[in-house]
């Protein structure tokens, strides 16, 4: 059985930063899905402003 005990300094390394780089990942893709969505929304926005020429 292997036993997680102190290994020297490596694995408590590994406790801290392994949930420190899923809360990083996780905050880099919400950040791209709101950026996204920003986008989208001031295109849309743009869209509607553009004046719609009549049809002969």
């Known amino acids: 059985m292997a036993l997680l005990a102190h290994q020297g300094g490596w694995d408590e390394i ?26 989208a929304a001031a295109e849309a926005d743009t869209r509607a402003e553009e004046p719609v020429e009549p049809a002969d």
């Open 14 to 39: 590994l406790l801290v930063a392994g949930p420190m780089l899923v809360v990083i990942g996780v905050l880099a893709l919400v950040k791209r899905r709101v950026e996204a969505a920003a986008r």
